[in-house]
């Protein structure tokens, strides 16, 4: 018998796996893939590191978590800096006085205030109800049309003004001339990979891949007092009260013959007709390592969205009114559970930064180990 039974290896299983193992608990994890990780496993392809479900950089300004990670790997001091191309035409994000420059050609941050100001019209002192509202009055309709539109509708399939605010909120504006994407304290990307992180997160816990948690769920539910359950919570309640939807990612990897390709970690293509929302170049995560540096190759990844059918990965929840009342109601459910813990992404539905994610299962693990005593 193993104290708890975790069904997924990415960072909320691995992580509450860790938190256990400290306490001298007994976890099993197991996890249907091949490969343990979930969405932050990378893949060494022609000596890079390659993201294979999409570009993680890690940031945090929560001490604990910080202080968690940094105790099992090396940092190093990766900055998203994202470049935009829209038709042939860079800017820099996230939206900050670079950007208000390449746009308008404003230079002080008073100009670029009244720019705003100017574009803002109806939408100034209204409390936005949907995307659209909430990017017009952020930033105005120049960036809304030229940044944020085309993105928004490729990367969710349906219009911004059928998307929630918050999506856009995540993105940092500011009247300086600062490129990184984060406001957080700390960030970067672990020096060897993200592999690293989850084997140093797993160490001396049991792993099994490849192995089906809800196929055989009498068997598996033997095996532990408490389980800990980190995949999508309508497919665990059987589909019994409908589909949540999520929206999903075809990856196209490539390597080319030059050293680099893009100059840079992240491009986005902002149009709405080029059918990929980013271009991933892979070895600029790596950045110190001269190795990598210096390859005469490199690896790209272009990133598709695409809608969400069963047997795909569900990649991000769409948490719109219809879906969140409906996860609501298998909240319901899942608090009836008596011996098992829903957690991450996933269980959740809930679009979560890695940070957030091991926040929550730290502070998971604490509170049932302070109720068990
Ligand atoms: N977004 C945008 N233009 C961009 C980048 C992002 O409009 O060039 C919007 C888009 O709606 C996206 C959201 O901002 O879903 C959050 O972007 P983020 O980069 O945080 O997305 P993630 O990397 O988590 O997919």
Redesign the pocket.
């Known amino acids: 018998m193993y104290d708890y039974l975790i069904v997924g290896s990415g960072l909320y299983g691995a992580t509450f796996a860790y938190m256990a193992r400290q306490q001298g608990m007994k976890c099993l994890v197991i996890d249907r893939r091949e490969q343990a990780g979930g969405n932050v496993a990378c893949r060494r392809m022609e000596g890079i590191d390659v993201h294979l479900y ?2 993680h950089i890690f940031h945090t300004g929560d001490e604990q978590v910080w202080r968690l990670v940094t105790s099992l790997v090396t940092m190093n001091r990766f900055t998203l800096c ?1 470049i ?1 191309n829209y038709r042939g035409r860079l800017y820099n ?1 996230p939206f900050n006085m670079h950007t208000f420059h390449q746009m308008w050609g404003v230079v002080t941050p008073d100009e670029a205030r009244r720019k705003i100001e100017a574009q803002r019209g109806r939408y100034a002192g209204i409390t936005p109800r949907n ?1 659209e509202e909430q ?1 017009l009055q952020m930033v105005g309709s120049d960036i809304y049309e030229t ?3 085309g ?2 509708e490729k ?2 399939g349906r219009p ?1 003004h059928e ?1 929630p605010p918050f ?2 909120r ?2 940092p504006l500011r009247f300086t001339y600062d490129n990184n ?1 984060f406001n957080d304290r700390y960030q970067g990307v672990p020096e060897g990979g993200y592999n690293r992180l989850i084997s140093r997160l797993l160490e001396g816990v049991e792993c099994r891949l490849e192995c089906d948690y809800l196929a055989d769920r009498h068997y598996w539910d033997s095996q532990a007092h408490t389980i800990v359950y980190t995949g999508p919570i309508d497919e665990y309640f059987g589909y019994r009260l409908g589909r949540l939807e999520y929206r999903s990612l075809r990856f196209e990897h490539e390597v080319l013959p030059m050293q680099s390709w893009q100059g840079n970690a992240i491009v ?1 293509y ?1 149009d709405r007709e080029t059918p990929f ?2 271009i991933v170049e892979h070895k600029h995560f790596d950045i110190h390592n001269r190795e990598v540096q210096e390859l005469q190759h490199t690896v790209i990844t272009r990133e598709y969205p695409q809608a969400y059918v069963p047997g795909q990965e569900p990649y ?1 929840p769409v948490n719109d009114e219809r879906n969140n009342s409906l996860y609501h109601r298998y909240e319901e459910l899942a608090q009836a559970e008596p011996h098992t813990i829903f957690g991450g992404r996933l269980a959740t539905y809930r ?1 979560m ?1 890695m940070d957030e994610v091991m926040a929550s299962a730290i502070r998971q693990f604490r509170l049932i180990t302070l109720q068990e005593t």
Do not use: H
């Open positions: 999409g570009p994202t935009a994000l995307l990017a940044l944020i539109r993105y928004t990367q969710w911004c998307l999506i856009i995540r993105l994407y986005n902002t929302t980013r991000y679009y930064n």
